[in-house]
């Protein structure tokens, strides 16, 4: 059983529709993060945080939000979606070292209508 | 520009018989490489890594990893594949210049193992 639950596994929301998903780990990590991931093409990092603070944002569009209360949890905030944002959004832990393996949890299948 | 090529969309290969799965990448200054598998419906699970020391790393569930620096590849391999093999397989690197956060992914490969 993977370390890391993502809630809820899938989702189905209008383009208007405001929406969270979830996701906290168990494994003591320091790092954590949000990956889209789409057919054919290479994961996608959106954010990265750090001890709870953001380090990175790939230039991610604002109807994207994200939200690190603490170390064991992570939230990504929907508005206003597209049906190209459709996809398999994947949340990881790490140590937050460079040599450190992420820790995926299991995904939520997202569909935009 | 950091990049990760993985050539072949599907490889098919019988039970018993040895596999292979191929990777190439870019990337400044010294790899950090990662191997991950992705079952349906699961996120992905880390297999093995290469940062330092023998190019021979060995992994989870009898895969292993050859890291060739002239070549830039980092090809997984397993002796003798098993039907529970059947899965996607995505090839990561990171530049040890860079940030932690910098991990780039190839497009995965698709591996079935036939009884």
């Known amino acids: 059983e993977t370390g890391v639950t993502q809630t809820p596994r899938h989702l189905v929301m209008g383009m208007t529709n405001k929406k969270s998903l979830k996701c906290e780990q168990h494994l003591g990590h320091n790092a954590m993060y949000w990956y889209k991931q789409s057919a054919k093409k290479p994961l996608e990092l959106m954010f990265v945080?750090?001890?709870?603070?953001?380090?990175e944002n790939n230039s991610v569009p604002s109807r994207f939000s994200p939200e690190c209360p603490n170390s064991s949890h992570l939230f990504l905030h929907l508005h206003t979606l597209q049906p190209e944002d459709s996809a398999l959004y994947l949340c990881?832990?790490?140590?937050?070292?460079?040599?450190?393996?992420?820790?995926f949890g299991n995904g939520t299948r997202l569909t935009v209508t | 520009a950091q990049s990760v090529a993985q050539p072949e969309d599907q490889v098919n290969v019988a039970e018993g018989n040895p596999l292979t799965v191929k990777c190439t990448y870019s990337?400044?200054?010294?790899?950090?490489l990662f191997w991950y598998v992705q079952y349906p419906n699961r996120g992905l699970q880390f297999l093995l890594k290469?940062?330092?020391?023998?190019?021979l790393v060995k992994g989870s569930y009898g895969f292993e990893a050859e890291f060739n620096k002239s070549q830039t590849s980092f090809h997984l391999k397993k002796p003798s594949a098993l039907v529970s093999d059947s899965a996607l397989y995505f090839c990561a690197v990171k530049s040890g210049q860079t940030g932690a956060n910098n991990l780039f992914f190839g497009t995965g490969t698709r591996l079935t193992v036939i009884p």
């Open positions: 990881a832990s790490s140590q937050g070292e460079p040599n450190s393996p992420l820790h």
């Open positions: 290469y940062i330092t020391g023998d190019n």
């Open positions: 945080y750090n001890f709870k603070e953001q380090t």
């Open positions: 990337v400044s200054g010294n790899p950090y």
